[in-house]
């Protein structure tokens, strides 16, 4: 079971893993044993999660969630089984504790006069910048 926070935790059944044989370190021993962990996660249709969480969660995960909202998380750091496993479940623990604050709405705001004002003198002396760049003719030397 991964803890989130007081009120979210998701059990083991809504996880599900492969094992499969990785790159990196562990000499000859990788090429024997399947110590790279896959952890899959179906945020779209997990129960444990509150479905605001699981939309921004599937928003923010971007390439690692698939189009059926399944997150496929990759871990391959380590040499060994378990350490990649708890690599993986840290990694989407962080993920979800990362989605679970709801963003503040953005309150629309317009430009002072004083700002529209300073930004259009700002424009003003850049164009005469580029006016100046300007190609010399023939007998204006």
């Known amino acids: 079971m991964i ?3 007081e009120s979210i935790t998701i059990p083991d059944e809504e996880l599900s893993w492969d094992f499969v044989r990785a790159s990196g370190p562990g000499g000859q021993n990788v090429n024997k044993t ?3 962990a896959k952890l899959y996660f179906d945020a779209g249709n997990s129960r444990s999660l509150p479905p605001d969480v699981a939309v921004r969660l599937l928003r923010l995960a971007g390439r690692l969630a698939t189009s059926e909202g399944i997150i ?4 391959r750091r380590f040499a060994s089984q378990s350490q990649n496993r708890e690599d993986a479940e840290s990694r989407l623990a962080a993920l979800v504790r990362k989605a679970v604050p709801r963003p503040k709405p953005r309150i629309r705001t317009r430009p002072t006069r004083a700002s529209r004002v300073r930004r259009m003198d ?3 002396i850049h164009a005469g910048k580029k006016r100046l760049r300007g190609r010399v003719l023939p007998g204006q030397d």
Not at 72 to 75: E, G, K, N, Q, R
């Open 122 to 124: 700002e424009k003003r």
């Open 3 to 5: 803890r989130i926070n």
């Open 34 to 36: 399947a110590t790279a």
């Open 72 to 75: 496929v998380i990759d871990a």
